[in-house]
């Protein structure tokens, strides 16, 4: 059996109380932090001060998902500011193979994310590059959605390409994520599990990310 990660997402916690919700997911692999400008995406969260506050407080290391327009220009400032992992998106970068070198030189892991209609197959030559692929199983933007299950074999692509050329690139999805739809999108290939709902959502959030951890783990 490979067991999983489970990265919370903190658009689902009260972000009045983030430090006490944090607290609340410490048997969490990483906490996910949802980044969006109000461009890239139709919703606003919070930007880099906020994210290194949380940084000092968090049990947990920190996941960033940027859902910002100009990702070459802002990512690597998240990667300065020591985050384990910083994840751009694809659409929202005009040199992703520049910005993951910039990451990763950085010290932190590099991260892309593709939307749910974008396609994965211009990026293949890349993956080397990367140390996770983010495939988006709702549209970003908003917490609360139905997994996507037209991405399904955009994952089982994703988890072909990397078994056929023995790059170590995780396969992390995010939106929709419950204990059901974790199933399906485990036997597809995804091995790093986002979410926001599922555990935030739950009367025991600790409790939830065992359960999510044991139904994604094959
Ligand atoms: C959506 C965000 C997700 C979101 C997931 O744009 O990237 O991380 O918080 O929330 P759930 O798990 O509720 O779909
Ligand atoms: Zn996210």
Not at 134 to 144: A, D, N, R
Not at 176 to 185: D, L, N, P, W
Request: proline share 6%.
């Amino acid at each position: 059996m490979t067991q999983c990660c489970i990265n919370p997402s903190i658009l689902s916690a009260d972000f009045v109380n983030l430090e006490a919700e944090l607290q609340k997911i410490s048997n969490a692999d990483s906490v996910h932090v949802d980044v969006m400008d109000n461009h890239f995406v139709p919703n606003l969260t919070l930007g880099l001060p906020v994210v290194q506050r949380i940084q000092a407080v968090s049990p947990v290391p920190l996941d960033a998902h940027l859902m910002i327009s100009d990702a070459d220009r802002w990512a690597p400032g998240y990667a300065d500011a020591g985050l384990a992992s910083v994840t751009f998106h694809a659409e929202a970068s005009i040199a992703p193979v520049k910005l993951a070198r910039e990451l990763r030189a950085r010290g932190s892991k590099a991260g892309m994310a593709l939307r749910p209609a974008t396609a994965l197959e211009p990026y293949l030559d890349m993956l080397s590059e990367l140390d996770m692929l983010l495939i988006m199983t709702v549209e970003p933007g908003f917490g609360g959605q139905a997994f996507l299950d037209l991405t399904l074999p955009k994952i089982r692509r994703a988890r072909a390409a990397i078994e056929g050329s023995g790059v170590n690139v995780a396969i992390q999805v995010d939106g929709g994520i419950t204990e059901e739809t974790i199933v399906r999108a485990a036997e597809a290939g995804a091995n790093v599990f986002v979410a926001g709902s599922a555990v935030y959502g739950a009367a025991d959030p600790s409790g939830a990310i065992d359960r999510l951890r044991k139904a994604g783990s094959l």
